[in-house]
Nanobody, 127 residues
Framework: QVQLVESGGGLVQAGGSLRLSCAAS????????MGWFRQTPGKEREFVAG????????YYADSVKGRFTISRDNAKNTVYLQMNSLKPEDTAVYVC????????????????????WGQGTQVTVSS
């Protein structure tokens, strides 16, 4: 069982930046695909970004392309989400997700594909 703990959320003005971290409880190495989702009250959880185990492949929602960057440090069992040029509509609880994935098949951006979830960290962007 992999446990995920997010950190780095907070309050920031529009145009500002934040870096989120997701620390895994065990060695996730290159065998786990990782993703970031976000959720706001009354809305479904939304895919934000994903990264393959080897970091070769990254995926982004259209709404964050060019502003957010996902990366990982397998030696530290940590995934990051660098968020720049933040907008008020980015306000949400950001949640980290993981799935054991060692095949050559591409990872998914669908919520149901992931097996492990963190509790989330709140990001609030003021206008």
């Amino acid at each position: 069982q992999v446990q995920l703990v997010e950190s780095g959320g907070g309050l920031v003005q529009a145009g500002g930046s934040l870096r989120l971290s997701c620390a895994a409880s065990e060695r996730t190495s290159s065998n786990y695909a990782m993703g970031w989702f976000r959720q706001t009250p009354g809305k479904e959880r939304e895919f934000v970004a994903g990264i393959s185990g080897s970091s070769v492949n990254t995926y982004y929602a259209d709404s964050v392309k060019g502003r957010f960057t996902i990366s990982r440090d397998n030696a530290k069992n940590t995934v990051y989400l660098q968020m720049n040029s933040l907008k008020p509509e980015d306000t949400a609880v950001y949640v980290c997700a993981a799935r054991f994935w060692t095949t050559a098949q591409p990872m998914s951006v669908m919520e149901g594909w992931y097996r492990y979830w963190g509790q989330g960290t709140q990001v609030t962007v003021s206008s």
